[in-house]
Each structure stands twice: as C-alpha cells, then as structure tokens.
C-alpha cells in the first residue's frame, strides 16, 4: 500500500493548493460545482482563505512524497445561530483514490470536531452522480439530510441532484 502523510495546511501551502483544485476540477467536472475555468484565486487570496481556517477552521493535507495528493477544508459558521455546525470540502487526486486517504481525511476531521464543544453538526453537499463520495460519507456515519432536485446542470446538458448528508457529532 502507498504510504501517505496526513498533515495541517500552512499558508504557504496556497499556491499548490490552487493547483490541486484545478486538477481534481479538470479531472472531474461532474463532480464539483466550479469549472475550472472559474477557479480563479490568486495566491494572495488563496492565502487569506488558510488564514482564516486558521482562528476556527480546519485544513488538512494529504501528500506522498510532499506531492499533494488530497485536501479536506472544514469552517464552522460565523454566524451565532449557526456557529454550532459548518460545511466541510474534500477532494483526491483521481490517481490516488481508493487508497483511504478520503477515509483519514474525513476521520481527522471527526476526531477534531469532538474535541471543540462548540461544535454540534458537520455538513457536506455532493453530487447525486458521486457514487464513491456517497459511499465514502455513508460508511463514516453521515446521513443524506436533504436534496436539490436538478441543482446543477452538467457541460453535457444532463442535472445532478445536490445531496446535503451531515453527521452530528
């Protein structure tokens, strides 16, 4: 099995981190909700998003050999009627799945968010037509809260629904 350290984001992370996002959107665009064409941080901006997990936040980084290879970004809400929960983002390089990096990334994640009492709930949205994505969060405990009929109309003309799972924790 290849071997794959799980490791907190720094700031200079930002510009390997928009090169990451551009290639899963490349790879998969019936995935995500941004086109790679509109994924247009710089680094600077990039820069201020890892910042600002870092008060409250989470962002975790897979790599092999410093090569990354998968991301996992969690905030809480800022908001006080909603700042008991917040929505996760993850995404692995095609190349790489299947090896369990979805699986530590996730379960760090949860690990986290045990030990921050003001956290209640974590909340994802994925697309009906991500079938390993839906296994993935189902096997880790979280439950299909709602759907977006037809949310998102794919390059090909076709609609995928949004699937909203959370996990209370």
Known sequence: MTEFKIRHAKVSDAANL????????????????????EFTLSVREEE??????????????????????????????????FAHQGI????????????????????????????????????LEVFSNNERGIHLYKKLGFQEEGRLLRNAKLDDGTYVDDIIMCQFV
């Open 88 to 123: 996760l983002g993850i995404s692995v390089k095609e190349s790489y799945a299947g090896l369990g990096i979805g699986t530590r990334l996730l379960t760090q994640l949860l690990d986290w968010a045990k030990k921050n009492p003001n956290l209640e709930k974590l909340t």
């Open 18 to 37: 928009i090169a990451h996002m551009k290639h899963v959107f490349t790879e998969n665009p019936s995935f995500y909700g941004t086109a790679v064409e």
């Open 48 to 81: 201020e998003w890892i910042k600002n997990h870092h008060a409250d936040g989470l962002i975790l980084l897979a790599e092999i050999d410093e090569q990354l290879i998968g991301m996992m970004h969690f905030k809480p809400s800022s908001s006080r009627r």
